[in-house]
């Protein structure tokens, strides 16, 4: 049985989009040596410009730099590579062929890890002589600031890869966690699509706008959420008796709030309605916005760990103080 790599040296992204950026500048500030590959003409210069921010967010000088190589050819880029991170666009049978030419140019005991958002391994693995080394490595962006990584294994990926996929993930400072089932949108995805239906669909029947339904999480629920999770912050809200109170007072009335819960559907209308919304929220400040945000996600990991919630693993450090 192949032994898969588990402590890369060597990074392959493909793919130098939002989200092969962020991949390359996290393994070039844990010090791997990323090749970043992409046909688009100007890869290699807008790299050179965006990188060195993304590695002043985790406290990189750009020295880290000297280990880019940026190609045109995707072969000549995963030929050395001990990982391969696929960054594509999230099209199914373009993912298929770049798997098949992925599995063609490497080593069979690298991994070839897929970020996408919705589809499972077992959608694309089958084009490879190997699919037992594909698996899916679901980040979220910004993917060298938000620790979350999402590790979906097919039907045809083996554990030995489900394990070097997370190890390497914890290698490159992240925080994976298995999902068990193939699912369109994984898990977190449906977490967010869960909430986004809800919001469009307050929206739309006038009960709240946008700016103020976006300020109502993020003043209230969204505060705890970025803390501890929903149902750990569900339990702590019970008194003594927990999670155990909440649902056995509160269980009933929210099973009649489910069935009152929208299905919009995204029209013309409510459409604008939200991107007219958020356009006014905002008031043309993103780029300002964005910047601002980054850095305060730099400031909550930092303080969620000195107060020992970035993971409540009995193991971490933090936690385990």
Known sequence: MTTMRDHPATVAVVGAGSIGGSWAALALAYGLTVHVADPAFGVEER???????????????????????????MTRAVAHAD???????ERVDLKRTLFAALDGATDPDVVLASSSSG???????????????????????????????EVVGGRLTSEETVAATMSA??????????????????VVNRLQAALWREAYDLVRRGAISVAELDLAVSSGPGLRWALLGPIATQHLSGGP???AHVLAHLGPPMVEWWSDLGDPA?????????????????????????????????????LKDRHGLGSLDPQAEGVAR
């Open 83 to 89: 990982l391969v991170l696929e960054a594509g666009p």
């Open 47 to 73: 790299l050179r410009v965006t990188l060195p921010a993304h590695l002043g967010d985790l406290g990189s000088g750009p020295e880290a730099m000297d280990r880019l190589r940026v190609h045109t050819d």
């Open 119 to 149: 589809f499972g391994p077992s959608t694309f693995q089958d084009a490879c002589r190997h699919p037992e080394r594909v698996v899916v490595a679901h980040p979220f962006n910004p993917p060298h600031l938000v620790p979350l990584v």
């Open 169 to 186: 993930m914890t290698l490159l400072h992240r925080r994976p966690v298995r999902v068990r089932a193939e699912l369109p949108g994984h």
């Open 266 to 302: 995204l029209t013309p209308e409510l459409v604008t309605e939200l991107v007219e919304g958020v356009t006014n929220e905002l008031g043309g400040r993103e780029p300002d916005i964005l910047a601002r945000r980054d850095r305060a996600l730099v400031e909550l990991l930092d």
């Open 241 to 243: 008796e927990g999670l």
